[in-house]
């Protein structure tokens, strides 16, 4: 059985750092697209960052220069981080780990969404002005 869990949410204050881990395992694919999703009161889920089983990454506008994703893949085992710096306001919300298993890169957001079936239980990130 395939389990996303993510840690590491909390509250910081604007202009701080928190670390998203993700924890995937109970996968057999050595090719995937996996990455971090967010959702606010009120809004659609957005794509935030993508990382691909060959290192090829993806990130949304909004957090370019922000934040940094990055996986250590043991054994079909990935533990993914997401690393956000000079938090905003405006980046909080539940974050969510996902998992597109068995294609080697990451398809566009619209097609990626519909692929998903594999998400994490979400970790909260709220960040004060």
């Known amino acids: 059985q395939v389990q996303l869990v993510e840690s590491g949410g909390g509250s910081v204050q604007a202009g701080g750092s928190l670390r998203l881990i993700c924890r995937a395992s109970?996968?057999?694919?050595?090719?995937?697209?996996m990455g971090w999703f967010r959702q606010a009161p009120g809004k659609e889920r957005e794509g935030v960052a993508l990382?691909?089983?060959?290192?090829?990454?993806?990130?949304a506008d909004s957090v370019k220069g922000q934040f940094t994703i990055s996986q250590i893949n043991i054994e079909n085992k990935n533990t993914l981080y997401l690393q956000m710096n000079s938090l905003k306001p405006e980046d909080t919300a539940m974050y969510y780990c996902?998992?597109?298993?068995?294609?080697?890169?990451?398809?566009?957001?619209?097609?990626?969404?519909?692929?998903?079936?594999?998400w994490g239980q979400g970790t909260q990130v709220t960040v004060s002005s």
């Open positions: 990382i691909d089983s060959n290192g090829g990454t993806w990130y």
């Open positions: 109970g996968y057999t694919s050595s090719t995937y697209c």
């Open positions: 996902a998992a597109d298993l068995g294609i080697p890169y990451c398809m566009a957001l619209p097609l990626l969404r519909a692929r998903i079936k594999l």
